[in-house]
């Protein structure tokens, strides 16, 4: 198992960039395929990017291909997920998971370690 801790959200203006990240800790972190997930106020937890072990695969939900870029320094233990040009509808709690048997996995029941989410709010 690993530990996630998301942090980088706040309050940013539509068109405003934020980078997240995730720090992991306990088992090794460079073991774990990762991926981002968000979810709005009433809404469900939505796929955001996936990564795998080394970084090799990426895979970005079609509504943030580039936009948002997912990414991870292994030596750090750390996952990032950079956003640009956000947008109203980008708000919500953003969650980092680690676990998935798949390299990039947009299913959320495929991950088995989760964060406690950061923030991301857009102000239009």
């Known amino acids: 198992q690993v530990q996630l801790v998301e942090s980088g959200g706040g309050l940013v203006q539509t068109g405003g960039s934020l980078r997240l990240s995730c720090a992991a800790s306990g088992r090794t972190f460079s073991n774990y395929n990762m991926g981002w997930f968000r979810q709005a106020p009433g809404k469900e937890r939505e796929f955001v990017a996936a990564?795998?072990?080394?970084?090799?695969?990426?895979y970005h939900a079609d509504s943030m291909m580039g936009r948002f870029t997912i990414s991870r320094d292994n030596a750090k233990n750390t996952m990032y997920l950079q956003m640009n040009s956000l947008k109203p509808e980008d708000t919500g709690v953003y969650y980092c998971?680690?676990?998935?048997?798949?390299?990039?996995?947009?299913?959320?029941?495929?991950?088995?370690?989760w964060g406690q989410g950061t923030q991301v709010t857009v102000s239009s």
């Open positions: 990564i795998s072990t080394s970084a090799t695969l990426t």
């Open positions: 998971a680690a676990g998935s048997p798949l390299a990039t996995s947009s299913e959320a029941l495929n991950y088995n370690m």
